[in-house]
């Protein structure tokens, strides 16, 4: 194999090979060996997150501060793709560091958000407080401040199939969104606990449009 150098000519359409190398001498010149040094980093912004999971149900916070922890006044109410989008991060940093506390966590939150699900129509609050588990938003929707979660059910379910509930619960959220949340061609926002049989607002907003995509890994 050659590796080869190319320069533009007068003409736009053409170009002409100036000089060439063997592959061997161009590895050879720039071997780098990685030395671990992003796993490590990794590994100390995980535990500074990790501190935002220290609440009573196991939902997080949805800030931290990375240098002092959870802040004095930090509020109490956390969004439900904010504290539901985190599993694939920290469960693939407990895989590749042998440290459990990271999808552990992570997941806790997730299935602490599930038990707190509308448990006849399987759909969601927008936001939740962490500290008593009780939805302060009971709008249910695919868009703002709920996308990721049900993206990340399923991306959780296709990279570690051994998590086995994870594709349980989406396919039940899956479900009653379809069922309780879609209202012709497209969703809308519903009540958690009226779905279609309540108010419904139909809004559009551009965060919704990863559903589609969502939809082709199933």
Request: net charge negative.
């Amino acid at each position: 194999e050659q590796s080869c150098s190319w320069e533009s000519t007068s003409s736009p359409e053409m170009v002409k090979k100036v000089d060439c190398a063997s592959t061997k001498e161009v590895i050879e010149s720039s071997t780098w060996e990685y030395d671990g040094f992003l796993l490590k980093l990794a590994t100390d912004i995980g535990n500074r997150l990790v501190y935002a999971f220290n609440t009573a149900t196991g939902i997080p916070y949805g800030t931290v501060n990375l240098l002092h922890g959870i802040p004095p006044k930090e509020t109490t109410v956390a969004s439900l793709a904010g504290a539901g989008t985190l599993t694939l991060e920290f469960e693939l940093l407990s895989r590749l560091t042998g440290n459990l506390k990271f999808g552990k966590s992570a997941k806790l939150a997730t299935r602490a958000l599930w038990v707190r699900r509308s448990e006849e129509l399987n759909l969601f609050g927008k936001h939740i407080d962490v500290r008593s588990g009780k939805w302060v938003e009971r709008l249910s929707g695919i868009g703002s401040n709920s996308d990721s979660f049900y993206e990340y059910l399923v991306k959780h379910h296709i990279l570690f199939p051994d998590d086995a509930d994870f594709w349980t619960m989406f396919v039940n959220v899956y479900s009653g969104i379809h069922d309780n949340s879609r209202l012709g061609e497209w969703y809308v926002d519903v009540d958690m606990g009226q779905g279609l049989r309540g108010n419904v607002r139909q809004i559009f907003e551009s965060l919704m449009a990863f559903y589609p995509g969502m939809q082709i890994l199933l």
